[in-house]
């Protein structure tokens, strides 16, 4: 299921297609929009906005077969077009998506790389990082760390995408609420 703003603008814009595209993988998958790094109780999550002023943590759910979250670097630059850097988290359970006992890390990894390589739309080549605490970055893992072995995979794909800022079309949704 995807988890998107109903009007996107700008980075959300751009994240949506990336959700479209992981879509269209055969997977029972969560696929969540920008996910928002909150400390509850001295825990730092990666939660996303769900609806109606409710946030939902993401990645200890079982019932998933896998669990998709984009975290948007804290700087973007130009204000027309815009360059930010994204990390798409991807959590899977490699038993449930693929009917083999060995483990299939890499086609997994390159199942998601072929649907989002063609969305970028930047010169940066970007990185595939596995160690779960380099993949969950800034996150506290502890109550998931437990998934840092088979069947889980946990892995993360940087890179930069470029965008035209559509002021314009932010305007008139901003008007049309008001």
């Known amino acids: 299921m995807i ?6 603008v700008g980075i959300d814009r751009e994240i949506y297609r990336f959700q479209q595209a992981l879509n269209e993988i055969d997977f029972n998958s969560d696929i969540y929009g920008r996910l928002y790094i909150t400390n509850k109780d001295d825990i730092r999550l990666a939660e996303a906005y769900v609806e109606s002023g409710e946030y939902r943590e993401v990645f200890v759910d079982d019932k998933k ?3 998709f979250g ?3 670097s804290g ?3 130009g204000l027309s077009f815009v360059k930010a ?5 991807c959590s899977m359970r490699l038993d449930r998506v693929y ?5 299939s890390d890499e086609e997994a990894i390159l199942r998601v790389l072929k649907v989002i390589t063609p969305l970028i739309n930047s010169d940066n080549e970007g990185e595939i ?5 380099s993949v969950y970055e800034g996150i506290d893992v502890e109550r998931f ?8 995979l946990n892995f993360a794909i940087t890179f930069d995408v470029a965008y035209m800022n559509d002021l314009c079309r932010t305007e008139e949704m901003i008007f049309k609420t008001t």
């Open 85 to 89: 850097n994204i990390r798409l988290i």
């Open 129 to 133: 990082i596995t160690n779960i605490e």
């Open 99 to 103: 009917t083999t006992t060995e483990r």
């Open 70 to 72: 984009f975290i948007v």
């Open 65 to 67: 077969d896998a669990v």
């Open 75 to 77: 700087e973007r630059t």
């Open 145 to 152: 760390k437990y998934r840092d072995m088979h069947p889980w």
């Open 3 to 8: 988890y998107a703003k109903s009007n996107p």
